[in-house]
């Protein structure tokens, strides 16, 4: 999904040239709020009255130790009281004067780069102008690992739902900002993005990494468990906190290899967990999650606060910067074998068995099935749907993904009866692998023929492969009627301005 929107003019600035009265002032030019009026208000006075609400309400120890914090992003409604509780434990390091924002992309594909505004000088909200740290933000750009990619900006929550809260929880101090959105790294680029923001850490600048946690229920494609789901989210949730505070970077990876914990914000924390000191201690600030202030259990997503403490100098610096790796892409050879793939688990299942990797039906995936990616698989019979089953966000890899849903299309679809042998011979299969999916603003940021897309209002949601409305000739709103029906919902709930939507592309390939 890599798009062709790069900036051509690099800073070079060895200062900050809005603060030094022998060289000519830059020209102020904002990044600008995109999701004011979507994802929280744009009203400036009830903006601020709600986000003084949760700070005031949080109830947190004022250690002047902090340096990082994790908070979540989901809308203000959901994770506000949590993560205004982190942001006020931050507020108790007096001598901040910059903060570094590590979020990351939900929907850019921007494989081993992390992204920064290059050409900006604030940061403008409802609430004001925030000052960018223009020489931090132009000595990272000098590294090759970083670029500046503004549609990593637009319509992002990751980096965008913490800065409002900051203005707010440090209201009449003077401090700037160092936003980061990070794209899809591997293990070895996280630790060469830790080392040059490490560089950063001069003992008056704190970390706020964003991430929400688990993410349950079928419109997640997780659903490891089906009773108890509150405590067991808790229980799912503690076993990564742990990691974290413990400050266990391949422990914390390794548990969310292990449980298929979808947490968005893997990157980021595996970041942060790169940059600590030494000497530190962490401490859970608070834990919540969207079901509790919804009571609907059938999907929600998990957020917590989480608070580091010490000098927040780096213990060590990482290697220096390699050349960044390209992911691989899927080949044809990759789709043939997935399309074989699937064929063979349903044909095994059919006869008893039911392989639990691609190791057992005798595939060693290449790097491109290995890359995690959500998915789906669907069955058809003379053009019509016989199962349909997937995931939506990435949290394993996807040679994984077509083993488990290729059994799910044909013997765990609800709408339908397990598919017999005798069908099986008539089946068609097709895969649909999955960029990140991310929520947009409003229905109208759908393209038809472009974006899958999901629907969530009122604890119903339906979701639509990117395929769907061409191959039903169906215009948006048509597509969208249909949509509200899938959920449960009247034909006209597409409309209803509480609807939320959630958007992503695919690669899609079938059985000629």
């Not at 999701?35 to 700070?55: K, V």
């Not at 940059?275 to 059938?298: C, H, N, V």
Request: net charge negative.
């Amino acid at each position: 999904m890599n798009r062709s929107v790069w900036m051509a003019v690099a800073l070079l600035l060895a200062g900050n040239a809005c603060a030094r009265e022998e060289e000519a002032p830059m020209k102020k030019t904002c990044m600008e709020s995109t999701l004011a009026g979507s994802w929280y208000d744009a009203d400036p006075a009830r903006l601020r009255t709600e986000l003084e609400g949760y700070l005031a309400a949080a109830k947190v120890d004022a250690d002047p130790a902090i340096f990082a914090v994790i908070v979540p992003h989901a809308g203000y409604a959901y994770s506000g009281p949590c993560a205004a509780a982190g942001l006020k434990a931050l507020a108790a390091r007096k001598d901040l004067e910059r903060v570094v924002v590590i979020g990351f992309s939900h929907r850019v594909h921007l494989p081993n780069r992390a992204s920064l505004p290059a050409t900006e000088t604030h940061y403008r909200s409802p609430l004001g102008e925030t000052p960018l740290d223009v020489a931090a933000i132009a000595a990272l750009m000098k590294n090759p690992l970083f670029v500046d990619r503004p549609d990593t900006r637009a319509g992002e929550n990751s980096v965008e739902l913490q800065l409002p809260l900051l203005q707010v929880a440090l209201a009449g101090r003077d401090w700037k900002l160092v936003p980061v959105t990070l794209g899809q790294l591997d293990d070895d680029v996280r630790g060469q993005v830790a080392a040059a923001l490490g560089e950063l850490l001069d003992g008056k600048t704190a970390l706020v990494v964003s991430s929400d946690f688990t993410h349950y229920g079928p419109n997640f494609g997780y659903v490891p468990f089906r009773t108890n789901v509150e405590a067991s989210l808790r229980e799912l949730d503690g076993g990564a906190i742990a990691k974290i505070v413990a400050g266990d970077a391949d422990g914390f990876a390794a548990y969310c290899e292990k449980t298929g914990a979808t947490i968005c914000g893997q990157d980021s924390i595996g970041v942060l967990l790169r940059m600590l000191p030494e000497k530190f201690t962490a401490r859970q600030i608070a834990y919540d999650t969207s079901g509790r202030s919804t009571g609907d259990w059938r999907n929600s997503v998990s957020y917590a606060s989480i608070g580091f403490y010490g000098s927040g100098r780096p213990a060590r610096k990482a290697a220096a910067p390699a050349a960044a790796k390209q992911p691989a892409e899927l080949t044809a050879e990759d789709k043939k074998v997935l399309l074989a793939l699937a064929r063979e688990t349903i044909s095994r299942a059919l006869k008893g068995e039911k392989p639990s990797d691609p190791e057992e039906l005798g595939v060693k995936p290449t790097p491109a099935m290995q890359r995690k990616m959500g998915g789906f698989v669907t069955l058809t019979i003379g053009g019509e749907l016989r199962g349909c089953i997937g995931e939506i966000f990435p949290r394993r890899p996807l040679a994984d993904v077509v083993v488990d849903h290729a059994f799910d299309a044909a013997f765990e679809d609800p709408r339908f009866p397990p598919l017999t042998a005798r069908e099986f011979a008539q089946v068609k299969i097709e895969i649909s692998a999955l960029t990140p999916p991310v929520p947009v603003a409003s229905y109208q940021d759908i393209e038809i023929g472009r974006h899958g897309m999901v629907l969530e209002l009122g604890g119903r949601s339906a979701v639509f492969l990117p395929q769907v409305a061409p191959e039903q000739g169906w215009d948006l709103a048509t597509t969208l009627t249909h949509l509200s029906y899938k959920a449960g919902l009247p034909g006209n709930a597409w409309k209803d301005p509480r609807a939320k939507f959630t958007v992503f592309e695919a690669v899609v390939f079938h059985e000629d």
